[in-house]
C-alpha cells in the first residue's frame, strides 16, 4: 500500500459515524439529521443493509447504524 493509499483510509475511517436507533427513528428522519435531506435514506440502508434486513421501514431500537460520509 502506498503512503496516499494509507493516508486515505486513515482519512475515512475518522469519518465514519455511528448512530443508535432510539424509538420512533426512520432512515428518512437519520438521513435528515446527516444530510439535510430525507432523499439520502437508501444511502445509509446501503450501508446496513446486514443489520437492517431486507425491509428498510423496521429499524430495530439499539441497532448501532454506520452513516457513510
Not at 38 to 44: F, Q, T
Request: glycine share 6%; aromatic share 8%.
Amino acid at each position: 500500500m502506498t503512503e496516499t493509499a494509507t493516508e486515505q483510509l486513515s482519512s475515512s475511517e475518522q469519518q465514519e459515524t455511528k448512530y443508535l436507533v432510539q424509538t420512533g427513528d426512520t432512515l428518512a428522519k437519520i438521513s435528515q439529521v446527516y444530510y439535510d435531506s430525507e432523499e439520502h435514506w437508501s444511502k445509509i440502508y446501503q450501508a446496513n443493509l446486514g443489520l437492517i434486513g431486507h425491509n428498510p421501514h423496521e429499524l430495530q431500537v439499539g441497532l448501532v447504524l454506520d452513516i457513510p460520509a
